[in-house]
């Protein structure tokens, strides 16, 4: 590459081009030179179509000054991996005598990349014979990024929602599989349903970043009466962290279970029982982990029950599965207590 500053005969010799169609087509390179669309020339005449003008917007979109475009090949902005199909298109439309195109990914001079779409079109003499080659670049850099982005939702749409049939199918078979009365299994269906419809509105009004655990366990309680009018039923305690929302939605159905089995059976069915819901960060040798705690006081005399119903196969089984951790029913006779362990890494973020 020339360096600045300095004119090599073949930079003289694409000056002295532009000169001779400037004079051929005035107003032509007049409105190249003013308008805001990258444009350059190139001389067909030459191997590698050397470069014999640019336009201001060509050199403000590429950050090159003109003594370093002027007797470049066009290809010299070319980035690495460029599409091989993209460059025979290129070939093509230079070798022909017709107008062609393609959308290529280029190099600035500070390194940075840039898609663009390019159209190439022949410029003949008075004889009819192609001596130049006129290309405009329109800067797609942005649509590109856009289309990125769209793939990135698109995919991580399809994943929540797989995520969120496979959880529905598992809901279904469990309430089928245990029951039998048509009422038990419809309100079996319904509550867990409505429990990970209420995780989702939570998530939607965060844009599904991510929420806080504190308005995840408020919200999941709230269908109880917990959080609206009986907080003292209830007291929350640790570090406030954001959830990822596979994680967001896993323990909001566990919650769900937990707060269920208090309404019925413990804290949350007499006037005196309470929960505290409780966590910690720790630390371990390759990183940190959740430790967290429901623990349910006050309520009746708890016994183990002589069998493992939906709702503790839910949080022992799909939970630890789904936090890539482990999860601990202890019934013991002053209230049941639930231990919920996962690492931090796992789709929960401390800050």
């Known amino acids: 590459m020339a360096k600045i500053g300095t004119k090599n005969k073949t930079q003289r010799a694409a000056e002295a081009a532009v ?70 298109r290129l070939d093509a439309a230079f070798s022909s005598a017709s107008r062609g195109g393609s959308e290529i990914c280029y190099r600035r001079k500070d390194g940075s990349e840039f898609w663009s779409a390019i159209q190439i079109n022949p410029v003949r003499d008075h004889s009819g014979s192609v001596v130049q080659h006129f290309a405009s670049f329109v800067d ?49 269906i319904e509550s867990r349903l409505f429990a990970l419809s209420r995780s989702h509105d939570l998530l939607t009004r965060k844009n599904w970043e991510g929420v806080r655990l504190c308005d995840l366990i408020k919200n999941a309680l ?8 009986r907080s003292e039923h209830f007291a929350i305690a640790g570090k406030d962290i954001r959830v990822s929302p596979r994680i967001a939605l896993a323990l909001g159905v566990a919650f769900h279970e937990l707060a269920t089995n208090a309404v019925k059976y413990g804290a949350f069915s007499n006037a005196a029982g309470a929960v505290q819901i409780s966590w910690t960060i720790e630390p371990l040798p390759n990183g940190k982990e959740i430790r967290l705690c429901w623990e349910e006081k006050g309520g009746p005399t708890v016994t183990l029950p002589s069998r493992k119903g939906f709702g503790s196969r839910v949080i022992e089984h799909g939970l630890a599965h789904e936090l890539d951790g482990t999860v601990v029913l202890d019934y013991r006779t002053a209230g049941l207590i639930c231990r919920i362990n996962f690492p931090l890494t796992s789709g929960a973020y401390d800050g």
């Open 222 to 229: 709230e269908a109880f009466g917990v959080a609206n009018g």
């Open 19 to 88: 000169e001779g169609f400037r004079q051929d087509l005035g107003p032509f390179v007049v409105a190249a030179e003013t308008t805001r669309m990258a444009m350059l020339f190139t001389d067909s005449t030459q191997p590698g179509n050397p470069i014999i003008f640019a336009n201001d917007a060509f050199l403000e979109l590429t950050g090159y000054a003109r003594e370093e475009v002027l007797g470049q090949n066009f290809n010299f902005l070319m980035s690495h991996g460029t599409d091989g199909d993209a460059l025979a």
């Open 140 to 188: 797609l850099t942005y649509h590109k990024q856009e289309q990125s982005q769209s793939r990135m939702l698109i995919e991580e749409l399809n994943h929540r929602v797989k995520n969120t049939l496979a959880t529905v199918q598992s809901i279904v078979w469990q309430a089928l599989r245990n029951n039998s009365d048509p009422a038990v299994i419809r309100d079996a």
